[in-house]
C-alpha cells in the first residue's frame, strides 16, 4: 500500500479466491499498521456482504468483522472490518438506511476520523459499482487507499494494476482447467423440450461425476446449477416440474433453491457432500457466492436479453478440494446453454478455454500399443540444491557474458550486455505533451531517467524483495537466493567464481536497478544445457507401461469450417478442428494425415499420469517431467515421439517461449536411443511454411543443418 496512487486494481480470475487474498491481506495490514479501519463494500445482489464476512470469520481466528447494522450500533473501532452492502447507502428508496441514520453514519465516520482512525476502502466486483453515487459514498471515508477487486476491471488510468494471472490459478490447481460448453451437442439436434434437453445432459453428466467422485473415495456431491433469467416464473415451473419427474424436489432435499422470494434446501449447500445436487437461481446470484462442488452450469434464456455476467461461470471454475486430479473429467466444468450470446460471450472472455466436447474412443486395432513411461517417484527429493543452482548460474554468466576473475573486466562486459552500475537508484519514466491517446505520439514523448541517492534503510526493504522474487521464480528460499546473490556479486563471501566484488551499498544498488535482468538470466541459468546433461537417478524415476487411454474429452472448436474427422488418428471422431492447438501443432496433424508412410496418430495430454511422460532435472536438480507432443506409427513398424514447438517468423527469428526445449531434447534423445525409437523436435519455418524436424543437435537457428524438411525425413 506504499504507493501514490490511490487506486489499487486487484484483477483476479473468477473463483481464483480473492476474497480469501483480500481478507488476509487486511488481516496482515491491520497488526502491523495501527489505527486503521477497513470498509468492504459489495454489490447488492445475493447479500454478499454477509458471505464474505462469514468468510473472513471462518479463515481469520478472531477476525474483528462487522456489518452495516453492527456500525449503526457500536460505531468503527480499531482493527475493524466492516462488510457493507452498497446499496443500503446508494439505492434510492431503499429504507435500509433512512435519512436520520444516513446522518448518523456519517456521524459515526467523523467520530472514528476524530479518534484517529484511517479508512481503507475495498470495493468488490468494482465493474458493478462504478457510479457517482457510488463515488460519493468513498469521498466519505476520505480514504488514501482503494482497492478495486474484480476478474473484469473497468478501466483506471490513474491507478496500479495488480493482477493474477488466470494460467498461474489454474496451474495451482485452484479452479478447473477448461470449460466445456454443450458436450456432445450434434451439429444437427431436433428438440421438443429445450428445457428438458439441457437438463437431462446435465443430470447426466452429474451422475458421471458421481461416478468419478466415488470411485477416488472423495465424499463430493457435484452441483448442477440452473440459471433462470430474472423475470420468468413459467420457466421456473417448468423446470421444478422435469426435477419432480426424476424424483428431484425439495421434499427429499435433492433439490435446492436460491431466489428472492423463495429459499429451500439452502443450509449448508456449499458443504462437499450436501444433499441437494441441483440448486435453481436467478441472474443476481451470479456474484460471490462460493460453492466448490459446483461443477455443471446450464443457463436457461428467454425472449430477453440479458447482460451477459462472466462471474456466473466463477461459480463453477472452483476445484472442490483446491487441487485437479489429473482426470480430465473431473478437471472441467460444464456449460449447457442454448442462449447463443452467453456462449459467445464466454468464448470471448476465456478465449479457447471455452471450446466444444465429445467423448471419443479408442480404436480396437490401438489397444495393444504401449511404451515404458517415466514419472517422478515418491521417493525423489523436491528440494532444489542451491548449490547447484550457484555453479549454473555461474557457469551461465561465464558463457552468456564471457565472464572470468577479472571483475572490472566482467562488470564492462555485464554494463555491455545492459546492467546498470549507478551506485543511486535509478527510475525510468516518460514527459511530453499528448495531442491525442494515439500510439504515434506516446512514442515521441521524452524518456526520463530519475536518480535517487540510496539509503540502505529506506532501499533495504526494496533490495530482500526483489531478492526473494528471483528465488521464488526458480524455487529457492529467499536465504538460498541471498547467499548466491551475495557469493556472486559481493565482497563478504567467498567463491571462487565471482563475477563482481561489490561492497554492500553498491550490491544494493545493483540488485535493485537490475532485478529485472537479473531475474530473466537466473531463470535462463536453470534451463541452459551445460557441458553434461544431468540425468535423474534410478531411485528418483518410476518406469510404467504406458497405454493409450480407452477413451477421452476431445474438445473442438464447433464454429470452424473444417471439422473433417481425422482417419488416422487413433481416437475414432477425432477433427481438424482440435483445440487448443499451437500453429505447429495443427500444421503437424494435418502433415500426417495426408503423409503416406504415417499409419497413426496419437496427441499426448501435458499432465496426469494416464499420459506419457519423461523425467528430466533442471540446473538445481529439481525433478521436472515432460509430457512429449507425439506419437505416431508408420507403415514400416517404426514408433516416432514427436514434440512439437513454436515456429520461427519470416525473419528466422525464434517462436519458442519455452527455455528448457534445450534441456527436453537432450532427454528425448536419450530415452529414443535407449528404447530403439526415433523421434525429433518439429517447428514450422513461417518463411517457407515448411515443418522441420530437429532429431540429432538442438539449434535454435532455423539456417542451421540440424534443422532438416520433415518431408524429406518422414
Partial sequence: MENDKRDIILKSPTGSGKTIMLTHFMDEYCKSVPKIVFIWLTPGKGDLEEQSKAKMDKYIHNAQTKLLADVMTSGFAENDCCFINWEKLTKKGNNALKEGERKNFLEHIETAQNNGLQFKVIVDESHQNDS????????????????????????????????????????????????????????????????????????????????????????????????????????????????????????????????????????????????????????????????????????????????????????????????????????????????????????????????????????????????????????????????????????????????????NSNRTRLETGGYDFSTDIIRHTVSGDIHMLSKEEFEKLNDIRINEPLNTHKHGREFHHEIANIGLRIGLTYDQMNVIIRRLFGQIYKYEKRILDLEIRHLYAFVINNSDRLRHDILQAMATNLQQTALPSGNQVTMFEFKFPQEIVFTFNGKAKDQTVMAKNVYDGYMFSAEPRSDSERAFEKYCESCQSVKWLYKNGDKGSEYFSIVYTDNSGKLKSFYPDYIIGLQNGETWIIETKGGFDRTGKSEDIDIFSSKKFEVLKVYLKKHNLKGGFVRKDKQSQELCICDEQYSDNIQSDDWKLLKNVL
Fill in 132 to 407: 457517482v453515487k457510488a463515488n460519493e459514498i468513498l469521498e466519505y471515508f476520505k480514504t488514501d487507499k482503494i482497492i478495486r477487486a474484480s476478474a473484469t476491471p473497468r478501466g483506471y488510468t490513474d491507478s496500479t494494476l495488480i493482477e493474477v494471472e488466470e494460467a498461474d490459478v489454474i496451474a495451482s490447481g485452484l479452479i478447473k482447467k477448461l470449460l466445456v460448453i454443450n458436450e456432445g451437442f450434434a451439429q444437427n439436434e431436433n428438440i421438443d423440450d429445450q428445457i428438458g434437453f439441457l437438463l437431462d445432459r446435465a443430470l447426466s453428466k452429474q451422475r458421471e461425476l458421481s461416478a468419478a467422485f466415488l470411485q477416488r473415495e472423495s465424499n463430493i456431491n457435484p452441483l448442477i446449477i440452473v440459471q433462470l433469467p430474472n423475470k420468468n416464473d413459467v420457466l421456473l415451473e417448468h423446470v421444478e416440474t422435469w426435477f419432480e419427474g426424476k424424483q428431484i424436489t425439495y421434499e427429499n432435499q435433492s433439490l435446492a433453491i436460491w431466489l428472492s422470494d423463495k429459499k429451500e434446501n439452502l443450509e449448508s449447500i456449499e458443504e462437499p457432500n450436501a444433499l441437494p445436487i441441483a440448486v435453481i437461481i436467478k441472474q443476481a446470484v451470479a456474484t460471490g457466492w462460493d460453492c466448490p462442488r459446483a461443477h455443471i452450469l446450464v443457463k436457461l434464456r428467454d425472449n430477453m436479453n440479458e447482460t451477459f455476467e462472466i462471474q456466473t461461470i466463477g461459480r463453477i471454475r472452483r476445484m472442490p478440494e483446491a487441487k485437479h486430479y489429473d482426470n480430465d473429467l473431473l478437471d472441467r466444468c460444464y456449460l449447457y446453454t442454448l442462449d447463443e450470446k452467453f456462449t459467445e460471450g464466454v468464448q470471448a472472455s476465456l478465449g479457447n478455454g471455452a471450446l466444444n466436447a465429445a467423448k471419443l474412443y479408442l480404436k480396437k486395432e490401438h489397444k495393444t500399443f504401449s511404451l515404458q513411461g517415466e514419472y517422478k517417484s515418491d521417493l525423489a527429493t523436491t528440494a532444489r540444491d542451491s548449490r547447484q543452482a550457484l555453479q549454473a548460474i555461474a557457469s551461465y554468466y561465464a558463457k552468456t557474458y564471457k565472464t572470468d576473475k577479472d571483475y
